[in-house]
């Protein structure tokens, strides 16, 4: 169950970008490249970071 409505979401693709959302907005606000298929995102516990999960790693962002 989740408690709030999350501020922005991120969401990873096969094409190696990770776009950050604004769910009330229903746009993304940010876009990122890695190198390779993203397949996991989650943020920190505080918000301040984003980790994307690569077929070549795990890719940490200052949010």
Do not use: E
């Amino acid at each position: 169950m989740c408690a709030q409505r999350p501020a922005r979401l991120a969401i990873g693709g096969y094409d190696g970008t990770v776009r950050i959302w604004d769910p009330a907005g229903g746009v993304p606000t940010t876009m990122m490249r890695t190198d390779s298929s993203v397949s996991s995102c989650v943020y920190s516990p505080d918000g301040r970071l984003m980790f994307a999960g690569t077929d070549a790693g795990l890719c940490a962002y200052a949010m």
